[in-house]
């Protein structure tokens, strides 16, 4: 095989890595489908494969992907290893390209079940039908299913199948023509022409927006995208919006008290990051919002908005970004906690009489989990087998801020363990393993002497230690010597294995998305910005927007907006002064968050909460809506995409449009609202004459 230079674009490098689906979606001039068929026919040349490349209808061999294939081939200089006739692609080493309609084909379709690999282009007309019959024919071990495609409408299969519902094993990109180096500039002049005179439409074609009800869109035909030059002598209005971190109020935070609910978690609380336990700021309900649950894998689930944000190996992502498999920062009793079940199955394996169980499970369970461990607290382990093994691990795989849990194990093993003692005791005291378990056993450097201070944590060892002395006792053990060693090496083990339990560590989980409707969130803000719930690391993730408008005529213009998500406290300042007369004029800011308020007025900032009331939102937009046009500058691309977005509630049934706004794609608009704060009033719209301003 020759030498080849194949340029790819940095958002479609994924693709040369192998996946059960790749998923290629997003607006014109990306260059999807010209990268696709350039690394086919580099990997046909690797190996023999067997390609099909489908549509959903192909009338004739000219609505296929061959003459695409076959310029690529003649551009890279690989004629001479392919043979390309009308109908056909195939190369000198065995590699073979199919063309063919799925659209009442099955029978043909279903003859492709030894297919390497199955491309489809203009994926976003696929029916379901189609879908149900190619699926399961492209199943030869290893096989995959890429799709190319600019999305029609949010309701079709394909969308929904893919993008709003990825399978596992799925990689999900959107790209842009901002991700294409080669985009050509006649393309770029046809993009920025249909942005100042359509801006929905453009969201559609150059943004890779699914085409949604036109009638739900509460700024349908209002604005514009267009440049503009600003007047020396504008009236200013700037308003700001802060970020907010939304999770369902059931989500468990682990907190120096032990576990506490999102809800019940209170400004002065200190909860677990990876720094430690750092104090909770401010903690308040954001009201109903559609959330999504997350299942990470490892019994982990999170259910928060869309835009909340996780820890990856790629950095901070939002949750509608999460796709296939994910690296994440999660604590070590959620590692353990899928292995209680078969762990505790193996331990009952270790009869109670001191012998082991002669069960390959039984024998392995030992080896892995009582010699290792038991060979790093030996004075503390001077029992029987039955009892070091089982109580060991289920400490070991506990959390051990969860009472519930501790006393569900402790229960259960104590009660298991003492119905008989009919054999003698085993001392343990081989040193097997003893180096690879410190490692593991190392406290958390920033993280282990808040969490062995905690105070409710003297309260957890006292009752395991009352827990087992009462067990011990019921069962008549003869030696109250003994009793006490019991006890106290429980206590021992569990003051020793929290930092164990609590250390976070870097795990690859599978990552299933699902959109469950809407419920009510919470947020709280801590000292660094990060903490862990359900034992994910996760970060404030809704952004904090300031934007600048300005009135002339009766044209309402957005010039200038400053956007940051997860922005720090300290960092404030430093964003709002991107816009250069945010210490000049004054800011009108959420009233949600006073504290931050002040905090930017002892920065020098004239800035001050808005006013709120019931249907406050409802009399804003009315006032947006009143300008004849509402002009926004393209450098402003949030205000630009909020406009496009922010919609009526759809009778899911009948297509109606309801008269409820959907609380999303709203953060740059609420501040444009807030920014107007005195001239929205009550019920009534602007009480205050704008000829002055509008006429300058």
Same mark, same amino acid.
């Given at each position: 095989?020759p030498k080849?230079?194949?340029?790819?674009?940095?958002?479609?490098?994924?693709?040369?890595?192998?996946?059960?689906?790749?998923?290629?979606?997003?607006?014109?001039?990306?260059?999807?489908?010209?990268?696709v068929?350039?690394w086919?026919?580099?990997?046909?040349?690797?190996r023999?494969?067997?390609?099909?490349?489908?549509?959903?209808?192909?009338?004739?061999?000219?609505?296929?992907?061959?003459?695409?294939?076959?310029d690529r081939?003649?551009?890279?200089?690989?004629?001479?290893?392919?043979n390309?006739?009308?109908?056909?692609?195939?190369?000198?080493?065995?590699?073979?390209?199919?063309?063919?309609?799925?659209?009442?084909?099955?029978?043909?379709?279903?003859?492709?079940?030894?297919?390497?690999?199955?491309?489809?282009e203009?994926?976003?007309?696929?029916s379901?039908?189609?879908?149900?019959?190619?699926?399961?024919?492209?199943?030869?071990?290893?096989?995959?299913?890429?799709?190319?495609?600019n999305?029609?409408?949010?309701?079709?299969?394909?969308?929904?199948?893919?993008?709003?519902?990825?399978?596992?094993?799925?990689?999900?990109?959107?790209?842009?023509?901002?991700?294409?180096?080669?985009?050509?500039?006649?393309?770029?002049?046809e993009?920025?022409?249909?942005?100042?005179?359509?801006?929905?439409?453009?969201?559609?074609?150059?943004?890779?927006?699914?085409?949604?009800?036109?009638?739900?869109?509460?700024?349908?035909?209002?604005?514009?995208?267009?440049?503009?030059?600003?007047?020396?002598?504008?009236?200013?209005?700037?308003?700001?919006?802060?970020?907010?971190?939304?999770?369902?109020?059931?989500?468990?935070?682990?907190?120096?008290?032990?576990?506490?609910?999102?809800?019940?978690?209170?400004?002065?609380?200190?909860?677990?990051?990876?720094?430690?336990?750092?104090?909770?700021?401010? #903690?308040?309900?954001?009201?109903?919002?559609?959330?999504y649950?997350?299942?990470?894998?490892?019994n982990?689930?999170?259910?928060?908005?869309?835009?909340?944000?996780?820890l990856?190996?790629?950095?901070?992502?939002?949750?509608k970004?999460?796709?296939?498999?994910?690296?994440?920062?999660?604590?070590?009793?959620?590692?353990t906690?899928?292995?209680?079940?078969?762990?505790?199955?193996?331990?009952?394996?270790?009869?109670?009489?001191?012998?082991?169980?002669?069960?390959?499970?039984?024998?392995?369970?030992?080896?892995?989990?009582?010699?290792?461990?038991?060979?790093?607290?030996?004075?503390?382990?001077?029992?029987?087998?039955?009892?070091?093994?089982?109580?060991?691990?289920?400490?070991?795989?506990?959390?051990?801020?969860?009472?519930?849990?501790?006393?569900?194990?402790?229960?259960?093993?104590?009660?298991?363990?003492?119905?008989?003692?009919?054999?003698?005791?085993?001392?343990?005291?081989?040193?097997?393993?003893?180096?690879e378990?410190?490692?593991?056993?190392?406290?958390?450097?920033?993280?282990?002497?808040?969490a062995?201070?905690?105070?409710?944590?003297?309260?957890?060892?006292?009752?395991?230690?009352?827990?087992?002395?009462?067990?011990?006792?019921? #069962?008549?053990?003869?030696?109250?010597?003994?009793?006490?060693?019991?006890?106290?090496?429980?206590?021992?083990?569990?003051?020793?294995?929290?930092?164990?339990?609590?250390?976070?560590?870097?795990?690859?989980?599978?990552?299933?998305?699902?959109?469950?409707?809407?419920?009510?969130?919470?947020?709280?803000?801590?000292?660094?910005?990060?903490?862990?719930?359900?034992?994910?690391?996760?970060?404030?993730?809704?952004?904090?927007?300031?934007?600048?408008?300005?009135?002339?005529?009766?044209?309402?213009?957005?010039?200038?907006?400053?956007?940051?998500?997860?922005?720090?406290?300290d960092?404030?300042?430093?964003?709002?002064?991107?816009?250069?007369?945010?210490?000049?004029?004054?800011?009108?800011?959420?009233?949600?968050?006073?504290?931050?308020?002040?905090?930017?007025?002892?920065?020098?900032?004239?800035?001050?909460?808005?006013?709120?009331?019931?249907?406050?939102?409802?009399?804003?937009?009315?006032?947006?809506?009143?300008?004849?046009?509402?002009?926004?500058?393209?450098?402003?691309?949030?205000?630009?995409?909020?406009?496009?977005?922010?919609?009526?509630?759809?009778?899911?049934?009948?297509?109606?449009?309801?008269?409820?706004?959907?609380?999303?794609?709203?953060?740059?608009?609420?501040?444009?609202?807030?920014?107007?704060?005195?001239?929205?009033?009550?019920?009534?719209?602007?009480?205050?004459?704008?000829?002055?301003?509008?006429?300058?």
């Amino acid at each position: 095989m020759p030498k080849i230079a194949l340029d790819i674009p940095k958002a479609l490098l994924p693709l040369l890595q192998p996946a059960r689906y790749k998923v290629m979606y997003g607006g014109r001039g990306a260059g999807k489908s010209f990268t696709v068929a350039s690394w086919l026919v580099v990997l046909g040349l690797q190996r023999p494969l067997r390609v099909l490349c489908a549509r959903e209808y192909q009338v004739s061999i000219k609505d296929s992907v061959h003459r695409l294939l076959a310029d690529r081939i003649d551009a890279l200089g690989l004629t001479p290893f392919y043979n390309v006739t009308q109908t056909s692609i195939t190369s000198t080493n065995g590699t073979e390209f199919t063309f063919k309609g799925l659209h009442h084909n099955a029978q043909e379709i279903k003859s492709f079940e030894g297919a390497d690999l199955c491309w489809i282009e203009e994926a976003q007309a696929v029916s379901a039908e189609s879908w149900d019959v190619l699926i399961p024919t492209i199943r030869k071990q290893g096989s995959e299913i890429w799709l190319t495609f600019n999305p029609l409408s949010p309701d079709d299969a394909t969308w929904q199948r893919f993008v709003k519902n990825p399978p596992p094993g799925a990689w999900v990109q959107k790209v842009l023509f901002s991700d294409n180096p080669w985009f050509p500039k006649v393309l770029d002049d046809e993009r920025r022409h249909l942005q100042e005179i359509d801006p929905e439409l453009y969201q559609h074609i150059w943004l890779g927006e699914p085409r949604t009800i036109s009638d739900a869109q509460v700024f349908k035909g209002r604005y514009l995208i267009q440049e503009f030059d600003t007047p020396e002598d504008a009236r200013f209005f700037h308003g700001c919006d802060w970020g907010f971190s939304c999770l369902v109020g059931e989500t468990m935070v682990v907190t120096e008290k032990g576990n506490k609910q999102l809800k019940d978690v209170k400004p002065g609380d200190k909860v677990l990051t990876r720094d430690g336990y750092k104090a909770v700021i401010h #903690a308040q309900s954001r009201g109903v919002k559609s959330i999504y649950g997350v299942d990470c894998g490892y019994n982990t689930r999170i259910i928060a908005t869309e835009d909340h944000r996780i820890l990856t190996a790629d950095g901070w992502r939002q949750v509608k970004d999460l796709r296939g498999t994910e690296t994440l920062c999660i604590t070590r009793s959620n590692l353990t906690a899928r292995c209680i079940k078969g762990i505790l199955t193996a331990s009952t394996r270790i009869i109670s009489t001191g012998r082991k169980a002669e069960s390959a499970k039984g024998k392995a369970f030992i080896a892995r989990y009582g010699n290792s461990i038991t060979a790093k607290f030996p004075k503390a382990v001077v029992f029987t087998i039955s009892t070091a093994t089982r109580l060991i691990t289920a400490l070991r795989i506990c959390n051990a801020s969860q009472t519930a849990n501790i006393k569900k194990f402790i229960t259960k093993i104590t009660s298991a363990v003492y119905q008989k003692k009919s054999g003698g005791t085993a001392v343990i005291q081989k040193k097997t393993g003893q180096n690879e378990e410190r490692k593991h056993l190392q406290p958390h450097k920033n993280g282990a002497e808040s969490a062995q201070s905690a105070g409710s944590l003297s309260r957890l060892r006292t009752f395991i230690k009352n827990t087992v002395l009462r067990s011990a006792e019921s #069962a008549r053990t003869p030696a109250t010597a003994k009793r006490n060693t019991l006890a106290n090496g429980a206590v021992k083990f569990l003051q020793r294995l929290l930092t164990v339990i609590e250390k976070p560590v870097q795990k690859n989980v599978r990552i299933n998305l699902q959109s469950l409707g809407e419920a009510e969130v919470f947020d709280i803000t801590v000292e660094n910005g990060e903490y862990f719930a359900n034992g994910v690391l996760v970060h404030n993730c809704d952004p904090t927007a300031l934007v600048r408008c300005y009135i002339k005529g009766n044209i309402l213009y957005v010039d200038r907006e400053a956007y940051g998500v997860g922005v720090e406290l300290d960092e404030l300042p430093q964003l709002f002064d991107s816009i250069e007369t945010a210490r000049k004029w004054p800011i009108y800011a959420d009233s949600a968050r006073p504290e931050t308020i002040s905090y930017m007025k002892r920065q020098g900032f004239k800035i001050m909460p808005a006013k709120k009331w019931a249907g406050s939102v409802e009399d804003g937009i009315a006032i947006l809506k009143s300008f004849d046009k509402i002009i926004v500058h393209p450098r402003c691309v949030h205000a630009a995409d909020e406009f496009f977005k922010y919609s009526y509630k759809v009778d899911r049934n009948n297509g109606d449009v309801l008269p409820v706004i959907i609380d999303a794609n709203n953060h740059v608009l609420d501040s444009l609202r807030y920014s107007l704060d005195g001239y929205i009033h009550r019920g009534s719209g602007m009480k205050i004459n704008l000829a002055n301003l509008r006429g300058r």
